[in-house]
Each structure stands twice: as C-alpha cells, then as structure tokens.
C-alpha cells in the first residue's frame, strides 16, 4: 500500500512539474546565478531560466553572462544591449548607476531601484524589477529589464514562447 500510494505521488508530481509552465525549465535551461544587493555588497543566490537574444533576426550572444529571466521579466546584461542599439553606456560605481547616451537622449538605471530616470523625467520600471548587478561564473555584470530598455529607445520587442 506504501509503495503505492509514494508511486501515485511520484505520478502526480511529475504530471504537475509538466504541465505548469512556470515550473518547468525553458528550452535554453537553467543557470545558477548571484544577485548582489547593493548596499550591503552581499550575493544571494538564485536559480534563472536562460533566453536566447535575436536582434533584426540574427543572434546576439553575450558573452559572459547570458540573458535570463528574473521576477517575471527578461534581464540582460546593459552593455550587450545598449551597445547593439548604438548608445554610449557609461557606469558609475559611486552610485551604482548606469548611464545610456544616445542622440541626446540620457537613460539612467540605478542597481537596485524600481525607477529610473529618462530624459530628467522619473519613470517605474516594469513590475518594478529593477536593475541589478549579478554574478555569474565570476564575472559581474549589471542587468537590466530587456523591454524598458528597448522600449525607450523606441525599438519593438516580441517575446517567442517556444524558444524563449
């Protein structure tokens, strides 16, 4: 009967894990990461589904650390992103800020802030995940929401269910 019974949860537990797709891993995989909090220069760590970047149809690969997706939305690393979208990215370690210059047009993200400033004027990120600096294979890098970014500078994103 035990032997049952542990069978049919074992059943069931998988059943679950398949069939809710916010439980199961992405067809990229999964990575192991670290979030610093700012502040107190501490890592925490934390599990990320991977996504694979197109731009205008072609790949656009990180190098170091890949784009994942954190509380709901696609984080990428802001040089990788701001660079293809030809802006000047500047960073700031005093403040923790990063800076994208473009056209005249100023974009700054603060790590670890829900907010951030677009041409003087203060805006709430999306779901208000904020930038922030992670830690992946010893290298640090500072991520920041995918569609904010994009969307600021007037670009379209669309999102690929199937291939992430």
Request: cysteine-free; glycine content about 8%.
């Amino acid at each position: 009967m035990k032997r049952k019974f542990a069978s049919l949860l074992l059943a069931l537990a998988l059943l679950v894990l398949t069939a809710a797709p916010g439980l199961a891993a992405g067809p990229n995989g999964t990575i192991a990461v670290q979030r610093m909090d700012w502040k107190s220069g501490t890592y925490q760590s934390a599990t990320a589904e991977t996504v694979a970047l197109e731009l205008n149809g072609k790949a656009l690969p990180s190098p170091d650390v890949p784009a994942f997706i954190q509380d709901g939305r696609t984080m990428v690393p802001v040089r990788l992103v701001g660079e293809a979208l030809n802006a000047e990215v500047l960073w700031v370690q005093q403040t923790g800020q990063v800076i994208l210059k473009r056209a005249g047009d100023l974009r700054v993200l603060t790590v670890d802030s829900a907010n951030a400033v677009v041409n003087g004027i203060a805006k709430t990120l999306p779901d208000g995940v904020p930038a922030m600096v992670v830690r992946y294979q010893d290298v640090d890098r500072t991520m920041v929401p995918l569609r904010f970014v994009i969307e600021e500078f007037g670009a379209a994103v669309e999102w690929d269910q199937v291939t992430y």
